[in-house]
C-alpha cells in the first residue's frame, strides 16, 4: 500500500482527547432528498412539502433528519471505524438545528474514552461527534463507541477512560429553539393523521404493518450517497470470505425503513429530537424483508415549548416476520432471530 | 393492530359523493427528474432542456407528465386502493397547468360510483381524483376504478351507481390554454427527430425498438418516489405466498418505460395530453424485458392552437417479446401473453 | 420497422467531413449530481461542497468532470455508436470551462476518418466530439474510434482516412483558463488529504484499496442518466443470445468507480485536465467486484498556473482481484484476465 493511502486509524492511534476533522465537507441539495426519497418512500408532510414545511414555520422544508445522521456517521467512518470490528452503540445524539437544502455540513469528533479489550488484540473507542453547518451552527451530536482492531498487537494499552454517557436524553437537551413555531397552522388532514402529542399513551405499541424487502443496488446506493465507505457494505468479493458470506446492510439503512413504515401510526411525528441508544442486535442482507412496530417509552411535554411534546419510542426492526406480534425478547430475555434493530428516541408530535 | 394504524379503506367505507384529501403533498424538485431520468433515460428535449423548453414559451423546462401522473395516483393509493383486488381502469385522463420543479402536489378524490360484486366478497369503486398544484390549478384529472375488498362481508350493499365514463377524451376536454406557444422556436435538429403532426398517419405503427430488462431496486425505488404505498411492490416475503410468488412491478413503471421507448419514432412528440384508458394485461416482474410499439388511431387539428396537434396513439408494451411483428391480439382475439400494457393516449405533436 | 424509427447510421452512412448534431440537450442539475453520488459515492472535497469550491475561486461546485464526459458521450451514440461492434479508442480528450448545475449541455461530431476492414463487413469510423454549453463554450472534446456495422456489405468502401491523433494531451493543449485561481485558500485538512502536487513522482504505484460490486440496477440507471441508449445494456433478453450471456457494463461505469475509488491516494486531484486515451480490455458485468490502482507517469508544471500542476496517470480497473500487486501486464506482456480498464489521463493537483 502506498504511504498515500489511508488505512484508518487502528486502536494505538487514538489518544484521549484527540481532536479529528473529518474529510469531504457536503452540500446537501433537493437532489439527495430526491434520492433519498427514492429509496424509502417517507411520507411525512413536513419533510415533503414547502407550503406545508412554511406554513409551521420553517425557512423552507428541512431535509429529513437521518439523512443528516447518516452524512454526519458516514464522515467519521473514514478516521474512526474504518478498522473497526464492530460498532457498539451510540448515546447522547441529539439533533441541532434544521438543515435545508443547500446547507453545507462537515463532521469533527474527539476522543472522549479508550479501553483496551482484555484480548489485547482490540480495543473500544469512545468519541463525541459533532455535524456543523457553513454557519458552524450544530445540526447533530452524538456520542458513538467502536470496538477497533489494533495494527500492532505489542503496542501498550492506553490508561483506560470510559465516560459517563446518559441513557436517555433529558428533555432540558433538546435544542427547541430548533423547532417550528407556527404549529396552529398544521393541517392535520394534508398531513395523513389526526393523532396528537395526547393521543400517545405510554406502553401503546404500534404496528408499522408496511414492509419492504432490501436491494444490494438499493443500500449501496444509500450508503454512496452518505459517502460512507466501509468496506463491508460494498465488497461482494471480499465479503464472500467473511463469516457472512455476503455483503452486510448498513445499519443505517435499517433505521431509514424503520422510521418511513412509522409513518403508519405516527404521522404527525415529524421531528425527531434525540436518539437515546441503538443496537443493531443482527446483521440484514439483501432480500430480507424489514417490518417495524414501536412502544411508547415516555412522553413530555416541553416546558419552553407550548406546541410540540417529546414521544419517547422504542423501534423495532425484523427481518421476514410481521410486527403484529410485536416481537422483541424471547422467554429467555433474548432477542428473537428476527429483531434486526432496536431503536430507542426522541419524536417530536405536534400537541 | 394499534388503532392508530390504517388499514385503509374497504368497500363498504365508501359511499357515492365522498370526498377525499390525499395526505402528504409533495413539493417536486430538479431531484425527482434526475432520479426519474435514471430510471428510464427519457430524451424529449423539452422536459429536459431548459433553454429548448424556454424557447417554446414554458417559464422552464416541465416536469415529465408521468411523473405527476404517477405521483397523483399514488397519492391516493392509501385512501382508495390499499385494500384493491385489482385496477380495473382509466378514463377521462387530462392533463392540465404545466408542473415546474417547485410546484407542490396535493390530491383529492371523489366517490363517483359504487358497484357490489355478485360475490358479496368484493366492489368495485369508482372515483375521480385530482391533482393540484400550491395554486389550487388543476395539473391532472382522472377517472379510475378499482375492485375493493370487503371487510365484513354481512355490509349491506350499497346503491349501485356505475358512472358514464367517456371512452375517449375529446379535443375540446383538452388544456389547451397549458400548451406553449412559440413553437415556431422549436429546433427538430436538437430534438433528435424531424417528424412533425403531419406525418402521423392513422394507422400507422411503430416498433420503438429499444428495450429495457427491470431490475427489483429499480421499480421499487420509481414507485416509492411516487410515494405510492401499495404493498404489492415491496414485499418480496409475504409475495412469495402469492399466486405470482413474488414482488409485482407497478404498472405506472411499465408506462413509463414504453413511454421512454416511444421517444424512437415519436420524437416530439413532447406532451401528454390526455389518457383515453389504460389496461394492465399481465403482471411485469424483475427481469422481464419490456418492449413497446405504438399505432396511430387517429390525428386532430386543435382549433384554438395553431402550431399542436393531437395525435391518439396506441402503446402496446410487450415482454420478452420483440416488437417488430406489433403483437397484440392473437386469432381469437385475445391478448398474446406477452402484452403486458395496452395504453390509448393522446400525445401533442407540433405542426 | 417504421420509418419514423431511428436504426442509427451504418458505415456507409458516414463520409469524412460530415457533421452530426445530436439530439436532446440536457440540463444539468444538483439532482444529476445526487443521483452520480448514489452510484459512485466520490469525496473530492471541490465537488462536494460549495463553501470548499467558492473559497478557491469557481463560482459554485463545478459538476464532476466525469458526469459532462459520460452525457456527451451518451449524446453521441444514436448517431455513432448504435451500429457499433466495439469502442476502439479515445484520444485527445480535452475538459473545457466548468459545468455548473443549471449549465445545458449538448453535443456535436465531425466524421474525422474513416477505413473499411478488409473483411469489408465493417469499419472503423473515426469522429471528433465537442461538448457545448448553452453559451456555446466547450466543456469537452474529444476524438473517438469505433468499428461499426455495415448495412450493406455491398457497399462500395469510402477513401481511407486516418487521422493523426497525439497519444498524449500536451500541457499546453490544458484549458487553463478554466481552472479556480485561488487555491491558497485550498483546505488540506477539509480535503481529506495532505498530498499535493510535489508529493507525486515518476513511477510511483498506488493502491486505492477500496473496491464496490456493480449490480445491473446500478449500470442501467449510471447508464440511463446519461441518456445512452447502447443495447447491450439494457436488453438481458437479447443478451442472453450474446457471447457473453448477460447485459454488458457500459465502460463509463468502471472509469467513474475507478474514479471515486482514486481518491484514497490522490484526494486532492479534483480536476480532471484531460484524457489521453483509454482501452475497456475486458468487459464487466453484474456482479463484478472492481478495484483500481494509478501509476504516476508524468508530472508537469504549468506556465501559466502558479498553484496548480499536473499529473498524467495510468489507472487500472481490475475485477475480483485486489489491486495491491498492480497488477497490469503478464510475462508475455498481455493484460492480466482481471484488468478491466487501462486509462492514460492527466489531473491537476494543488501544489
Not at 309 to 335: H, M, P, W
Amino acid at each position: 500500500m502506498s504511504a498515500k493511502t489511508s488505512s484508518g486509524n487502528f486502536f494505538e492511534d487514538f489518544s484521549v482527547g484527540m481532536k479529528l476533522v473529518h474529510a469531504t465537507p457536503r452540500t446537501l441539495t433537493v437532489g439527495d432528498v430526491a434520492v433519498y426519497n427514492s429509496l424509502y418512500g417517507p411520507r411525512f408532510a413536513v419533510q415533503s412539502s414547502e407550503p406545508f414545511a412554511q406554513a409551521i414555520g420553517y425557512r423552507q422544508a428541512p431535509i429529513d433528519d437521518l439523512i443528516v445522521f447518516h452524512l454526519v456517521l458516514g464522515k467519521t467512518v473514514p478516521d474512526v471505524s474504518l478498522n473497526a470490528v464492530a460498532n457498539l452503540g451510540y448515546a447522547e445524539c441529539v439533533f441541532g438545528v434544521p438543515v435545508y437544502p443547500g446547507d453545507t455540513i462537515r463532521a469533527e469528533s474527539e476522543v472522549i474514552g479508550l479501553k483496551e479489550n482484555s484480548n489485547k488484540r482490540t480495543g473500544v473507542v469512545y468519541v463525541r461527534s459533532r455535524g456543523l453547518n457553513q454557519r458552524d451552527e450544530v445540526v447533530l451530536s452524538y456520542a458513538r463507541w467502536v470496538m477497533v482492531h489494533k495494527r500492532d498487537l505489542d503496542a501498550p494499552a492506553p490508561p483506560t477512560v470510559v465516560p459517563e454517557l446518559a441513557s436517555v436524553v433529558g428533555v432540558d437537551d433538546f435544542v427547541i429553539g430548533a423547532l417550528p413555531d407556527r404549529l396552529a397552522d398544521y393541517d392535520y388532514q394534508l398531513s395523513g393523521s389526526e393523532h396528537r402529542f395526547g393521543d400517545y399513551a405510554i406502553g401503546e405499541k404500534i404496528d408499522h404493518v408496511d414492509a419492504m424487502t432490501i436491494e444490494d443496488a438499493e443500500h449501496q446506493s444509500a450508503t454512496r450517497l452518505y459517502q460512507n465507505t466501509a468496506k463491508v457494505h460494498f465488497n461482494a468479493f471480499e465479503q464472500k470470505e467473511s463469516r457472512f458470506g455476503q455483503r452486510l446492510v448498513y445499519g443505517g439503512v435499517i433505521i431509514s425503513i424503520a422510521r418511513s413504515h412509522s409513518f403508519n401510526g405516527l404521522g404527525n411525528a415529524f421531528k425527531l429530537l434525540a436518539i437515546n441508544g441503538g443496537r443493531h442486535v443482527a446483521p440484514s442482507f439483501s432480500g430480507d424483508t424489514i417490518y417495524a412496530w414501536s412502544e411508547v417509552l415516555d412522553v413530555q411535554v416541553l416546558g419552553t415549548h407550548q406546541r410540540i411534546g417529546a414521544v419517547r419510542l422504542r423501534t423495532i426492526a425484523l427481518k421476514d416476520c410481521k410486527a403484529s406480534e410485536f416481537a422483541r425478547f424471547n422467554e429467555s430475555g433474548q432477542y428473537y432471530p428476527s429483531v434486526v434493530l432496536d431503536l430507542d428516541y426522541w419524536v417530536g408530535i405536534p400537541k
